[in-house]
């Protein structure tokens, strides 16, 4: 990137934080905070220049804390997301933070849940797990995948909990109660 000025980085973070399609790659984005945060001092004073929170800030910032490998799918786009930064700073080893980049990178779907998901299960991609089951699927076994807002899953556990079943068979006691209440 060429050299920055005020007037420069102010036209990168507006033009690229005040619209939901971004021109601007994250890593270009963030060395504009960057360059933001030396002239005005702190992420706080930059935070009320731009009209954005200080959090929003840092959390742009947090794409410069990873490794070069993995900024370089930030700069040529293979990963856009300020989530998936925070999602692979969590990993301390430049290793495993590379690889998860680069499965991420490769990633069907860019949603923030399915990463968050390939981060905390053991880097397994939520694609091959399905492989995985269905692999070893049983003659006669059906399977259904629901995709829940983790509130909405969080309640069923706790419904389940309270019945002493798992939340796999009251969802299938659910189902086969809606289906004869149809008939």
Do not use: C
């Amino acid at each position: 990137m060429k050299k920055m000025d005020e007037v420069q980085a102010l036209a990168i973070i507006f033009g690229n934080t005040k619209r939901k399609k971004r021109k601007e790659n994250l890593i270009t984005i963030a060395k504009a905070f960057q360059y933001l945060v030396k002239v005005y001092g702190s992420q706080q004073a930059v935070a009320q220049k731009v009209g954005l929170s200080a959090e929003m800030i840092r959390q742009f910032l947090t794409v410069l804390k990873l490794e070069p490998k993995v900024q370089e799918l930030f700069l040529t786009r293979q990963i856009d997301s300020v989530d998936t930064a925070k999602e692979l700073v969590r990993l301390k080893e430049r290793d495993k933070q590379i690889a998860l980049a680069q499965k991420i990178a490769n990633l069907a779907s860019k949603d923030a849940r399915d990463i968050k998901r390939a981060v905390a299960v053991d880097n397994i991609r939520v694609r091959d797990a399905v492989r995985v089951v269905l692999k070893e699927k049983r003659k006669r076994l059906h399977l259904f995948m629901l995709d829940l807002e983790d509130d909405v899953y969080r309640g069923i556990r706790k419904k389940a909990k309270a019945l002493k079943t798992t939340p796999a068979e009251l969802m299938k006691d659910v189902i086969k109660k809606w289906l004869a209440d149809k008939k």
